[in-house]
């Protein structure tokens, strides 16, 4: 397939509300509820740590971190960080930040670290000549004060094998590498099949401190 003429799929929401129709996909998605006070409050109670992102967007524009702080909260965007004595302040900065544009909120994961840098990783899988075939699978460390780790907004490349041997454990390496196979497989079978024309995927990856592993994003326009 010319990946040129691949189906692009730009919302997250559905692209999530897909996935978790699959019982063994679903345990590795992040909770995940579209933008609202409500929501918000909600999930921030339930989590502690949640992740802001644009509906339809890439390369890490416009994610935001949210956080407990004390009695307040502390929001994340970009390099800046700001505290908020109570959750109105802390909507007010958002909704203005948001600029009505939708989002979802996703339950923030404690990645796991090289040098107190969070890292997630990249597979790539694209279809030719009617196959699926695997184009990367590589390791993304976020520049160091930031949370997102796209590279074009500082993160630094490594293979996936030596991200989760610095990151957790060399006897990990193998099993963890298996299991991302293993969902981009399953996960490209169940979006394949609702929508069909999708010819290039990129999945972003995430594995906590307890080596668990979670899909934070897929892409349809992988970079």
């Known amino acids: 397939m010319d990946a040129t003429r691949s189906r692009q799929l730009a919302s997250k929401w559905l692209k999530t ?42 390369g890490g524009i416009g ?23 109570s959750f109105t302040r802390l909507m007010s900065a958002l909704n203005r930040t948001c600029r009505r544009r939708s989002y979802l ?14 890292i997630d990783y990249r597979v790539k899988y694209v279809k030719e000549n009617g196959r699926w ?3 990367a699978m590589v390791g993304r460390m976020a520049r160091r004060g930031l949370f997102v780790t796209n590279l ?33 497989k399953a996960s490209t079978g169940l979006l394949e099949s609702r929508y069909p024309g999708i010819g290039q995927l990129g999945y972003d990856y995430g594995i906590d401190r307890n080596g668990h592993i979670w899909m934070l994003e897929v892409n349809t326009r992988p970079q």
């Open 152 to 184: 074009c907004r500082g993160g630094s490349q490594m293979t996936a094998a030596h991200g989760i041997r610095r990151s957790l454990s060399k006897r990990l390496v193998g099993l963890k590498k298996r299991e991302m196979r293993q969902l981009t």
């Open 63 to 85: 994610v935001m971190k949210v956080e407990r702080h004390g009695i307040g909260f502390k929001l994340s965007h970009k390099k800046h960080r700001r505290t908020f004595s």
């Open 105 to 118: 909120i996703q339950r923030g994961i404690h990645l796991a670290t090289i040098g107190g840098r969070p």
């Open 133 to 135: 075939t695997y184009r």
């Open 17 to 58: 509300n897909a996935l978790l129709s699959d019982p063994y996909i679903a345990r590795h998605i992040p909770s995940s509820r579209l933008f609202s006070a409500a929501n918000l409050r909600m999930m921030i109670s339930r989590f502690g740590m949640v992740i802001l992102k644009p509906v339809r967007g890439a």
